[in-house]
């Protein structure tokens, strides 16, 4: 069973910090992985989609990677801000979808 | 609707109750996931359904759980003999065609 694993638990920095999530995975025979994040008591949103064949992905501040053969992504968030402070989570497709327990951010102002 | 939709958003009952879960997802989408979520842990899964048809239903914990999709959109989640364990935010979400999942808000279910 795939095994999914995110370091660090939480983090906390100052406004305007580059910052860097990790997330490893225990079989490389993945489908694709996602990046989401969690505000406090709401639903997942979609950040990043990598597929398989890919090596990253970005979207404005964010830019997630993709390591298959060494089981780990790295979503990288470049100057941070206030409204970035939630849970993120990655989720890795093999033949289901597999989820981290996530990283707890607070970026303080 | 534009998302997946989630029913009740809160649902409190007791212990032994019947309960159902609806979820209505992105339209065309034909996959189909339910996971339950504890407090401070990721998404747990629970059923998988493509179509009409569970694909993978491995995570449903034991047989009071069960999902069901009979026209292969709208999903409920029905959970007989509820325990305080049950207790949890249970998620859906649908799958696009690129294997990009959206989620709802999820259905909080506090069991007393």
């Known amino acids: 069973k795939q095994e999914v694993t995110q370091i660090p638990a939480a983090l906390s920095v100052p406004e305007g910090e580059n910052l860097v999530l990790n997330c490893s995975f225990t079989?490389?025979?993945?489908?694709?992985l996602q990046w989401f994040r969690q505000d406090p008591g709401k639903g997942l949103t979609s950040l990043l989609l990598i597929q398989s064949s890919q090596r990253e992905q970005t979207s404005g501040r964010l830019n997630a990677s993709l390591d298959k053969s060494s089981g780990r992504s790295t979503l990288y968030i470049a100057a941070s801000q206030p409204g970035d402070s939630a849970t993120y989570l990655c989720?890795?497709?093999?033949?289901?979808?597999?989820f981290g327990t996530g990283t707890r951010l607070t970026v303080i102002p | 609707g534009a998302g997946v939709s989630q029913t009740p958003s809160n649902k409190v009952t007791e212990k032994g109750k019947y309960v159902e879960l609806r979820c209505d997802p992105i339209?065309?989408?034909?996959?189909l996931y339910w996971y339950r979520q504890s407090l401070g842990q990721g998404p747990e899964f629970l059923i998988y359904f493509q179509g009409t048809g569970a694909a993978d239903d491995s995570g449903l914990p034991n047989d009071r759980f069960f999902a069901v999709r009979p026209e292969g959109s709208v999903s409920t989640l029905k959970i007989q003999r509820t325990e305080r364990g049950d207790s949890a935010v249970y998620l859906c979400?649908?799958?696009?065609?690129?294997?990009?999942?959206?989620f709802g808000e999820g259905s909080r279910l506090t069991v007393l």
């Open positions: 339209s065309g989408h034909t996959a």
């Open positions: 989720a890795v497709a093999t033949n289901n979808l597999f």
């Open positions: 979400a649908s799958s696009s065609p690129t294997g990009e999942l959206f």
């Open positions: 079989d490389s025979a993945i489908y694709n």
